[in-house]
């Protein structure tokens, strides 16, 4: 079992016991922890086995796909695909269903430089909508996290998410409008186990469903990072909020023994 604690938290504030479950929590959401080393791992450290299920109980609760922001500045790790922040325009990248509606780089809002690709519909419509798309190379028999920071912008209905064209092993990040407008940039990612033989994916950025003209959504930062190259962006907040709740529920645990 690999714990690299000085890559989840280097600042070395936060007591062992948070980066254990800070660690863990990871390890889960990459399927590379089997419950025997977890329980081994803990075992060498001589924990206590109500800690032991406690910890198993809350890395369970805290592993999650999407983080809002605000991000601690410079935070995380990815590998963008070509022009994957769109400052170079819209190079790479291409709009095969114009008819409906077309992605476009844009100042509008941006995660990191100056722009992102802004969704523009052309028609109010229900059902298939438009997309960008953009074709990478990649190595077959690898585990991949595709990942991107997106925005609601106005968007109050419909759809706006990155799939890979409907291949068998497709998976897509994204979110959905709302009444309640999402203010900040939301990071979304998910794991793709890229099947042996594979050497390219078409990736789609697509908006669909209820959608209205005059609605607009932002995507930055589209990545696809190896596996053990990549890091969440990380929120002060979030961290501080789980402490407090760890604490209570420590104190609450052992209370009631």
Sequence with gaps: LLLNLDKLNTSGKYPLIFNHVNALSWLLLKNI???????????????PNKILLLLFVLCLIVTSETIVGPFNPSSGSWNAIYNGGFENSFNGWGNPTASRGI???????A???????????????NGPGYCATQTISVTGGQQYILSAFFHQGSLTTGQLYIDMNDVPFDTHIGISGSSTLQTQWQFVWTIVNVPVGVSSITFRMVRDGLVYTG???YIDEVAFTPNALFTAPSVPEASTL?????SLTIGIFFKKK
């Design 33 to 47: 922890v089997e419950l025997h080393s977890f329980f081994s791992y803990f075992e060498r450290k001589d924990m």
């Design 103 to 109: 992605f476009s780089a844009s100042t509008d809002y």
């Design 111 to 125: 995660y990191i430089g100056s722009y992102a690709a802004k969704s523009i519909a052309n028609e109010s419509f």
């Design 215 to 217: 609605e607009y959504g």
């Design 242 to 246: 789980f402490m407090l709740l760890f």
